[in-house]
Structure formats: structure tokens, C-alpha cells
């Protein structure tokens, strides 16, 4: 058997003619690294040995012996409670009611003597392998507990580069604007994002990364760190879009995409020009007048096909309008009964909604998908974000 964790098998016995003994009977396997002794005389010695070998796993003990006997080593062991330590107790056969006790105190074997040798190295192989695998089942654990660690931090970093402080811009009047991302997973793939291009116009995003996971997260931190550069140079949304899907798709691996509605409102006409790159169509909800899904550009998604060039298109809105963009994680949440929470619904809770204000309305829409789901596990990032126009 390969001890590929290196545990060490701890022999207590005040037999002074045992250590000898059980050298040459495992020679061979001593030699290979396959067994690791360490010896000790008493309970006392023994966990005095431990401290000094942490890593011995396999306790070979006697039961009689002077100082401190193996049925109170093994109570003090038991303090320990260390799962991987196992302990074998040795006894003569006569003496089973010592063995009995042993058992009943957490012993993991036990054996009679004198010592049957072939029978020590079964149980030896037997015990041995139980602890690697649970020193295994332990690494794996706290290999998980890091990860997870790491994945809570990742997820402060990623909601830390998302826009948080709302009002974002508490001096400006002409405006209203409110966003949230829920993500599915410990981190996620949807980003949403607005920036001053100057005092005149502002210029608001959002996207969808395809995929799950730390992948969809690095890439969503990419795309939304070009599109905000991007766009702060002033270029109308197309040529933004443009230029970042060659930036995409000259870095981009494992096919990796992202869809991306960004829009330009210029505050003192109320014109929105857009680009749609395969993203859901947002709504705008007008003053008078409902609701009305923004006309598709007809273009692609970021990422995959380089030199597309994307197409600026406008609309206009009026005082007392705005915008809403999102993810597929809204429409596409799901009940307990398999179905979709879709556009109907979504079209039906905002059409009612245009005299609210940027959060509640976001904050309404999140409510009608969780009170929808009704417990449903969430299978996709829910990504929002509403603009409000004042003039």
C-alpha cells in the first residue's frame, strides 16, 4: 500500500523486546517508506510522541501498562477529537472485557496476542488506508473552504466596480437613474454601468456575459472596464461598441460573449442614441402613453466576429419618461411549475409604474420575480438598471 500522506504507526507497549520485534518483521516495508514507526512505553510517553510527530495516524497501544494505561490514553485521545487518529488496542485474548471497553471509547480495531504478524499488517493496511482517505476527504475540505473564501471575495470585489451609491449624482436634477445586480452564484456575469461623458450627456450600460462563474465574472470585469473607457471619450454608442468588440475578440477565449445595450441621453434634447449588441430590447415607459420595447439595431453580440460594425440609432424621450434596461435573468426566472416569468409579466407590472421613482420601480420589479419564483433556486443573474428622465 502506497502511504502517499506519510503516516507515521505509533507502537505503545512496555514490552522492551516488541520494537526490535516489529523492526525486523516490517524491515522491507521500513525500508520503502511504506510503514513509519514511532515507539513508546506508557500512555504518558505516547502523548508526549504525538506532540513530536504530528503526523502519526495509527495508534498500536497495549492495554496494560504502567504510569497510564490504554483505556486512559484512549480517553485522552478522545479529547483530542481528531477524526484521522485511529487506534488499535492490543490485548491478550483473555482479556476481553478490557477490549470491549476499549471499543466502546473509540477504538478503531483491536488485536490479541501474542501478536499474529500477518494479521497486525492487515490491520495496519486497513487502518492505514481509512486515515489517508479521511486526511484526503480533510484536504479536499479545507480546499473547498478556501475556494469559498475566495469566492466571497471575489464577490465583494466584483459588486465594489459596479456604480453602489445612489444617487450617484445628487446635484443633477434632469435625472433619475437606479440599478442592482443579483448575482446567481457567488459571483456573476451581468454588470450594469453610468458615467458623466460631460456636463450634457450621460451614458448608461448594461450586459450579459454567457457562462457562469469566475470565467463569466473576469470576463463581465473586462467588458464593462472597455465600455466605460470607451464610452468617456465621447463616440456615439455604434462606434463604442465597435471598437470593443475587436478589443473582445483579439483576447477573448473559450468562445466567451457578451450581449450589451449602451445608450447616450443628451440631457438637453431628451435623445437617447443606442446600440443593441444581441441584448434583450429595453423598455421605455412613456408619460401618457404605456410602454414600448426600444427597436432593435439588429446587430450581434460582443466577442465573436471581429470588424463588425455596429449602428447608432436614436429616440426621443420626453420629461417624465425613462428607461428600462435588463438581463434575461428577469424574464427568464422560473416557479415551481417550470414556467418562465417572461416579458407579459414584466410589460403588465411596469406599464402601471411610470410616475415611480428609478428605485422603486427596479426595486419592484425584483420583488415580483422572487415573489414569482416562490423559492425557485435562481438560475441566472438578475440585472437591472432604470433611468429617468426630468428635463
Known amino acids: 500500500m502506497d502511504n502517499a500522506l506519510n503516516v507515521k504507526i505509533m507502537v505503545v507497549d512496555d514490552e522492551v523486546d516488541l520494537e526490535p520485534l516489529i523492526r525486523q518483521r516490517f524491515r522491507r516495508q521500513i525500508r520503502s517508506g511504506e510503514y513509519n514507526f514511532v515507539f513508546a512505553h506508557n500512555g504518558l510517553d505516547a502523548l508526549s510522541k504525538l506532540i513530536e510527530n504530528p503526523e502519526i495516524g495509527v495508534i498500536l497501544s497495549d492495554i496494560n501498562m504502567p504510569e497510564m494505561d490504554g483505556l486512559t490514553l484512549l480517553l485522552k485521545l478522545k479529547e483530542l477529537k481528531n477524526p484521522s487518529l485511529k487506534t488499535v488496542v492490543v490485548s491478550a485474548y483473555g482479556d476481553m472485557e478490557n477490549i470491549r471497553t476499549a471499543m466502546n471509547r473509540g477504538a478503531f480495531d483491536f488485536l490479541t496476542k501474542p501478536i499474529n504478524f500477518e494479521d497486525l499488517e492487515i490491520?495496519?493496511?486497513?487502518?492505514?488506508e481509512e486515515i489517508i482517505l479521511q486526511r484526503k476527504a480533510l484536504l479536499e475540505h479545507d480546499q473547498l473552504v478556501s475556494i469559498q473564501r475566495d469566492l466571497n471575495v471575489a464577490r465583494e470585489i466584483q459588486q465594489g466596480i459596479l456604480p453602489q451609491t445612489f444617487?450617484?449624482?445628487?446635484?443633477?436634477?434632469?435625472?433619475?437613474?437606479?440599478a442592482t445586480m443579483v448575482a446567481a452564484k457567488e459571483v456573476g456575469g451581468d454588470f450594469y454601468d453610468f458615467f458623466m461623458i460631460d456636463n450634457d450627456r450621460l451614458g448608461f450600460v448594461i450586459g450579459d456575459v454567457s457562462g457562469k462563474g469566475i470565467p463569466a465574472a473576469i470576463f463581465m470585469a473586462v467588458s464593462r472596464t472597455l465600455i466605460r473607457a470607451t464610452g468617456l471619450k465621447g463616440m456615439p454608442p455604434g462606434e463604442c461598441l465597435t471598437y470593443v468588440n475587436n478589443l473582445l475578440c483579439n483576447e477573448s477565449i473559450s468562445c466567451m460573449f457578451v450581449t450589451?445595450?449602451?445608450?447616450?441621453i443628451h440631457l438637453k434634447t431628451a435623445e437617447i442614441t443606442y446600440a443593441n449588441a444581441g441584448h434583450n430590447p429595453p423598455y421605455i415607459l412613456r408619460k401618457d402613453a404605456g410602454i414600448e420595447a426600444i427597436p432593435s439595431t439588429g446587430d450581434i453580440i460582443l466577442g465573436v466576429?471581429?470588424?463588425?460594425?455596429?449602428?447608432?440609432?436614436?429616440?426621443?424621450?420626453?420629461?417624465?419618461?425613462?428607461?428600462?434596461?435588463?438581463?434575461?435573468?428577469?424574464?427568464?426566472?422560473?416557479?415551481?411549475?417550470?414556467q418562465a416569468y417572461g416579458e407579459p409579466r414584466l410589460e403588465n407590472l411596469i406599464g402601471e409604474m411610470g410616475s415611480a421613482s428609478a428605485e422603486q420601480i427596479v426595486n419592484q420589479v425584483v420583488e415580483d420575480v422572487n415573489n414569482f419564483a416562490h423559492g425557485v433556486a435562481q438560475s441566472d443573474d438578475i440585472t437591472l438598471l432604470y433611468m429617468k428622465y426630468f428635463g
Open 123 to 128: 490491520t495496519i493496511n486497513k487502518t492505514l
Open 167 to 178: 444617487p450617484p449624482f445628487p446635484n443633477r436634477t434632469d435625472f433619475d437613474i437606479f
Open 260 to 264: 450589451v445595450f449602451y445608450a447616450i
Open 305 to 338: 466576429f471581429e470588424d463588425h460594425a455596429f449602428t447608432t440609432s436614436s429616440i426621443q424621450l420626453n420629461p417624465g419618461e425613462g428607461v428600462l434596461l435588463f438581463t434575461d435573468g428577469v424574464t427568464e426566472a422560473f416557479d415551481n411549475q417550470a
